[in-house]
């Protein structure tokens, strides 16, 4: 129920909410946004899907110069928002950023009338910008997928008469089909709970109009039809993931013996140099460009470092992740132990319902939080004053309770996940053997169990901290008055056009965002090679 309530209470508001401004909805918002949002999934999807594959093929099959570096630092844009990613985009693509600044001098031009360059605000830009951080989620899917087959069916195919292109489209892609199509849920997924990059680009998707229509159109109604039309979204991209999930399970036990008799082509001439740019690219695009602004912006103005200002909204973030971390942790063990020692439907229908969080946009898991709690901390405040002529304001409602209650939603399932996986590398044997040498269930949880698990409940935190700490879509929506965490001081700045000063928490979230890419890299390093 924790996590299906946000869900539940938007469909009850969007039914019982009264249809006056359906009409409208329907004539001139939802048809429009739901447009540009299948345009932008599409555009993002095709990006991050031909980047994330092509670069995931050439570091696992092909041998050229920097391969073992480069991938590695295909994974870095990871540790970029898509928020920042847009910030930092439309100050380098400026009128006065560094690329047309150089154009001019280059050609002599003196107005931006002596020339066409392309617009960044624009439904293609965002394309750029999405893509550019999130095509990391194809790249790591896909790359272990054409490590696990090995070099067989391809040396099979090349004895056949097949070249290198050849194998590549008609054996590797399809092999690897159920990993890259896991990836581009997660891409769609991300994309749907954008809302700064979108927003500061000017692309009006499903995710702005329903920010538009509840807070500036002032229109709950309106805005919980919309995320109704945005659930049936999510509820697609849900089920399409989990049955890519099964085959990719089914994939890989059948194709896991071949990662170790795994022999790469080695490139040679312009090929090898070819490689090695097209591995290149992504990561410049993604992570250089914008640390390269933000950076910038933050070596200028480090006297923000000690402002009260950020140090106030470095605090409410480090406390908002923190205790996120700390409940979604507890409910993500609870589940992962409790599927270990009773297998049940129920205990099954509660890691799905676990899962759904993640899918659901920030923006939406917003309104379907506040409502629900604003109603309790009404009608608490209504029942005492009733009583005992005490007013107790806003209990829940308007405090960051509601912010730790949406992450807790959205990140549950990363911390079951990896708490889950703790649990299946630990041999059931564990618990047998405890009891029977006279320990029971709490004592064999508490000597054997929980010691053993601390590296994968610490990993578990330490992913939804720093997840948390990036959320900017529904932390935006639940903050109270005059709260600020570092995603919300820069976006902040950004709205107000003030980039410049967006420089040093942006640097801050870049950097806090590193730590899991660089577990992530340790771990593909160690296991491939």
């Not at 538009?212 to 109604?221: E, H, K, P, Q, V």
């Not at 990561?283 to 470092?305: D, N, T």
């Not at 993640?358 to 939080?369: I, K």
Request: one cysteine or more; glycine letters at 8%; a positive charge.
């Amino acid at each position: 129920m924790i996590v299906l309530m946000p869900a539940i209470a938007i469909v009850v508001i969007a039914a019982t909410g009264g249809m006056e401004s359906w009409p409208h909805l329907i004539s001139n918002v939802i048809p429009r946004a739901t447009l540009r949002t299948l345009i932008l999934l599409a555009g993002v999807g095709t990006i991050s899907g031909v980047v994330g594959v092509v670069t995931a093929w050439l570091v696992a099959s092909c041998e050229f110069p920097g391969r073992r570096l480069l991938s590695g630092l295909l994974v870095l844009p990871l540790a970029i928002p898509a928020y920042l990613g847009a910030y930092a985009f439309a100050e380098f693509f400026s009128f006065t950023g560094p690329v047309q600044t150089a154009w001019r001098g280059l050609f002599g031009f003196q107005t931006s009338r002596d020339y066409w360059f392309p617009e960044v605000r624009t439904t293609g830009g965002a394309m750029l910008v999405l893509s550019s951080v999130l095509y990391p989620y194809i790249y790591l899917s896909a790359r272990s997928m054409f490590l696990m087959q090995g070099r067989a069916a391809a040396d099979v195919a090349r004895t056949l008469g097949a070249g290198p292109l050849k194998v590549f489209a008609k054996i590797q892609i399809p092999m690897a089909r159920p990993a890259i199509m896991v990836g581009l849920t997660l891409v769609a997924m991300e994309t749907l709970n954008d809302i700064g990059a979108v927003e500061y680009l000017g692309v009006q998707t499903l995710t702005f109009s329903i920010f538009d229509t509840w807070l500036n159109r002032g229109s709950l109604a309106g805005a919980a039809q919309i995320a109704c039309v945005m659930l049936v979204f999510v509820v697609c991209l849900m089920l399409v993931e989990r049955a890519a999930r099964r085959r990719q399970r089914f994939a890989s036990q059948k194709t896991t013996a071949a990662v170790h008799d795994s022999v790469r082509l080695k490139l040679a001439g312009w090929k090898k140099w070819a490689a090695s740019l097209a591995c290149l690219a992504p990561p410049v695009i993604g992570f250089a460009i914008p640390v390269f602004v933000l950076g910038g912006y933050a070596a200028r103005r480090l006297e923000q470092f000690v402002s009260t200002r950020l140090l106030s909204a470095l605090w409410n973030s480090v406390l908002v992740s923190a205790s996120t971390a700390l409940v979604a942790v507890l409910l993500a063990f609870l589940l992962a132990y409790a599927a270990r020692t009773t297998r049940s439907r129920l205990n099954a229908a509660a890691g799905r319902f676990a899962s759904f969080g993640y899918g659901v946009p920030g923006t939406v898991l917003a309104m379907g939080v506040l409502i629900p709690l604003a109603n309790f901390d009404n009608a608490v405040d209504a029942f005492l004053r009733a009583q005992f002529g005490i007013s107790t304001g806003l209990l829940l409602s308007g405090t960051g309770f509601a912010i730790i209650y949406a992450c807790t939603v959205r990140f549950l399932t990363m911390a079951e996940g990896t708490i889950d996986a703790g649990f299946h590398k630990l041999s059931p044997h564990l618990d047998m053997a405890a009891r029977t040498l006279g320990r029971t269930s709490g004592q064999t949880l508490r000597s054997v169990l929980l010691p053993m698990m601390r590296p994968a409940t610490l990993t578990a935190a330490l992913l939804v901290f720093i997840e948390t700490m990036k959320e900017l879509s529904a932390t935006i929506m639940l903050r109270p008055f005059n709260f600020n965490t570092l995603a919300t001081l820069v976006y902040e700045d950004a709205s107000r056009a003030k980039v410049e000063d967006a420089g040093v928490p942006a640097i801050i979230i870049v950097a806090v965002g590193l730590i899991p890419v660089f577990l992530v890299s340790r771990s593909l390093d160690r296991h491939t090679g």
